[in-house]
């Protein structure tokens, strides 16, 4: 399975963006995709997350009835969707996938993408 995702760029606060995760190779309905993300100096974190087949997303506290997680089977992508950004959202973002169920755990992804910067200004 290889991950790659792209849609990340400088916004201003308030401001929005949609990330992309294609999907490539060998995937099940039982796949776990989920949405990272770093900052500097900052341990990775979760985002959000929902199961390739679909279902009810799960979302960080910190970013709850700002971003949305999404996926289109047909076009193998995963999407997150992040409205009224913060400049607390600043951090490069990734997706990741796991073939066991949901996680909130980095260390439990089996999958990773390379990662887009996501910076919010003021």
């Known amino acids: 399975v290889q991950l790659q995702a792209s849609g990340g760029g400088l916004v201003q606060a308030g401001g929005s963006l949609r990330l992309s995760c294609a999907v490539s190779?060998?995937?099940?309905?039982?796949?776990?995709m989920g949405w990272f993300r770093q900052a500097p100096g900052k341990e990775r974190e979760f985002v959000a997350g929902?199961?390739?087949?679909?279902?009810?997303?799960t979302y960080a506290d910190s970013i709850k009835g700002r971003f949305t997680v999404s996926r289109d089977n047909a076009k193998n992508t995963v999407y997150l969707q992040m409205n009224s950004l913060e400049l607390e959202d600043t951090a490069v973002y990734y997706c990741?996938?796991?073939?066991?169920?949901?996680?909130?755990?980095?260390?439990?992804?089996?999958?990773w993408g390379q990662g887009t910067q996501v910076t919010v200004s003021s």
């Open positions: 990741a996938a796991r073939d066991r169920g949901l996680s909130i755990a980095s260390g439990e992804y089996d999958y």
């Open positions: 190779g060998r995937t099940f309905s039982w796949f776990y």
């Open positions: 929902i199961f390739w087949s679909g279902g009810i997303p």
